[in-house]
């Protein structure tokens, strides 16, 4: 197949493309040309630089390579899925967007957006979706039209061009540029005997998934006619607590010391997150299992040896310098810890 990928440098891109690649497919990646992953494509991968806001201008390009699926793996806004399905729908067999659990009411829930009772059983596909559009208008300047739920209204309401929808949980693996893992492993490289965090937010759970088995899922429902007009969750069956997750971190890392928790009115206000932690986001990945035959493709073990491996060779740029722990002790000698 020739399957075209707009983004593809930064984070899971790169390890879709390389998949892609090895499966023997005609690959192009449609960047900006200043991430490192740029300079870096697999041979016989086809580069075409351009903005993703001016998509339609470079339609000559995008037709010469004449690619039968389009992976978009960043279409945040309402305009940027027009834009995607007006450049593609006489070009294209399929459009592939990337979507999120971001999507889902529960998860607004989650960040005390959305109202409602609390529920207990795992997301499914059908799972009611947010109701407040722009869930980060107010907080991130950068995401003021940001709405998962608006482009994939979009993209699965063209009929002249398929589409498919999956949705991520949270990422994490090498390149992350988020660093999610590195704050707790700051702590255990400072060899701190405990790690403290407020009670509720230790028992939440939220769905994760190693970004080299979600680059797998990717290309499953790019490369799979089955999945033409599909929505489809991935992500990795044990959903583990904070607690748990931080616990991983710890085993695979050889840290000896322990995770201790204190009710929210115990810590300062800085230190407990604002969440309604009741509200676990769980994912049921049965139907991309039982229909596209997806299965993980790295250990669990493994895959967190490669993310701490690639955390310490390259710390974020603010990491920690001499950080204070003497709060954390003083309310751990007061928690009698």
């Known amino acids: 197949m020739k399957i075209l990928l707009l983004g593809g440098t930064r984070f899971i891109g790169p390890h879709a493309v390389k998949r892609l690649a090895d499966a023997g497919h005609e690959v192009a990646v449609f960047n900006r040309g200043i991430t490192p992953g740029a300079a870096s494509l697999p041979q016989g991968v086809v580069s075409i630089t351009g903005d993703r806001a001016r998509l339609g201008d470079y339609r000559k390009a995008f037709r010469s390579f004449a690619p039968d699926v389009v992976v978009d793996l960043f279409a945040y806004t309402e305009a940027?899925?027009?834009l995607l399905m007006e450049t593609f729908q006489d070009m294209a067999g399929r459009v592939v967007a990337i979507s999120s659990c971001d999507v889902y009411q529960a998860f607004g829930r989650v960040n005390k957006i959305e109202s409602g009772p609390i529920t207990t059983e795992p997301l499914t596909e059908q799972s009611k979706l947010c109701e407040k559009r722009y869930p980060f208008r107010g907080h991130r300047p950068d995401r003021e039209y940001y709405d998962k739920v608006l482009v994939e209204q979009v993209v699965m309401g063209q009929q002249s061009l398929p589409g498919t929808i999956l949705r991520l949980?949270?990422?994490?693996?090498p390149h992350d540029y988020q660093h999610r893992?590195?704050?707790y492993l700051q702590q255990m490289r400072d060899?701190?005997?405990?790690?403290?965090i407020e009670e509720g937010f230790a028992s939440w759970r939220w769905a994760r998934g190693y970004v080299e088995d979600i680059a797998h899922a990717i290309c499953l429902v790019a490369t799979d006619d089955r999945a033409k007009n599909q929505i489809y969750h991935v992500a990795e069956e044990q959903c583990f607590s904070m607690r748990e997750w931080?616990?991983?971190?710890?085993?695979?890392?050889?840290?000896?010391g322990k995770v201790i928790t204190a009710p929210a009115a115990e810590l300062p206000t800085e230190w407990v997150p604002q969440l309604e932690t009741k509200q676990h986001i769980q994912l049921d990945t049965a139907k991309i299992r039982r229909e596209l035959g997806y299965t993980e493709q790295t250990a669990a073990e493994e895959s967190m040896r490669r993310t701490l491996a690639w955390e310490l060779d390259h710390?974020?740029?603010n990491v920690w310098q001499g950080i204070d722990y003497s709060t954390e002790d003083k309310l751990a000698e007061r928690l009698g810890v």
Do not use: K, N, Q
Request: hydrophobic share 35%; glycine share 12%; aromatic share 16%.
């Open 181 to 183: 893992v590195y704050p």
């Open 315 to 317: 710390p974020p740029e």
């Open 191 to 196: 060899g701190r005997p405990f790690i403290l």
């Open 169 to 173: 949980p949270m990422v994490y693996g």
């Open 80 to 82: 940027d899925a027009r």
């Open 246 to 256: 931080i616990e991983r971190i710890g085993s695979v890392y050889g840290w000896d």
